[in-house]
């Protein structure tokens, strides 16, 4: 009988699977009520800009003062700032079931998402992910950006591994399909319950 390939590795996405998202059009519109700003105008400019600032090559102050602060405002870049980290929330579910898998089998974990470097980073130190994360494929760090498939083929030369032993647990379908065009086996993540499932039928299972 012919042994099943064991998994050795856990590709993950942070926004939408591990944490909220970092900063995205919902996000927006909360700072368009917050700080009274013109919607139209600011995704538009959010939508023109932010691609440049998750690819690292603009910091945040730049993306801030291209998509915000163009014009005087009533309030600081600080503050608007500060706003834009308390978007982020933990999955504190997801957080563990990671945990707990890396510690039962042994996994690598690989973070292969799209953030701005300041976001990311602050991520990373607030909700401890370098505690259970092996390696941080972020767009802002690697110039690559999802849904180019290289980013993938950059995580898989990374942390050398064949690709038949990854698992990549994703929330956006466009994304899960380019993986799966690689020979990934991807999760499509909408909720902690079904995720866990899908994970247990590939092996990975925790106990209650």
């Known amino acids: 009988m012919k042994r099943a390939i064991p998994i ?9 699977v591990l944490l909220t998202d970092g900063w995205s059009h919902g996000a927006s519109k909360l700072a368009v009520k917050k700080f009274n700003l013109d919607f139209e105008e600011l995704n538009k400019r959010h939508t023109e800009a932010l691609d440049t600032y998750e690819l690292g090559k603009l910091t945040l102050e730049e993306f801030l ?13 600080a503050q608007f700032r500060k706003f834009m980290f308390a978007q982020s929330k933990p999955f504190p579910e997801m957080i563990e079931l990671i945990r707990r898998l890396k510690t039962l089998y042994g996994l690598k974990i690989v973070v292969v998402s799209n953030e701005g470097r300041e976001l990311n980073e602050y991520r990373i130190r607030k909700f401890k992910l ?32 064949p690709v038949n032993q990854v698992v990549y647990i994703e929330n956006t379908p466009m994304f899960v399909q380019i993986a ?23 092996g990975l299972e925790v106990a209650e």
């Open 8 to 16: 050795t590795t856990l590709f993950l996405d942070i926004g939408g």
């Open 65 to 77: 003062d291209r998509t915000v602060f163009y014009e005087k405002r009533s309030f600081t870049p």
């Open 130 to 161: 370098d505690g259970f994360v092996d390696f941080f494929i972020s767009s802002c760090f690697v110039r690559l950006r999802k849904p180019d498939a290289d980013i993938f083929r950059l995580a898989l030369d990374t942390v050398r591994v």
């Open 180 to 202: 799966e065009g690689l020979g990934i086996r991807s999760i499509l993540h909408t909720d902690y319950k079904t995720t866990r499932a899908k994970l247990a039928s590939l």
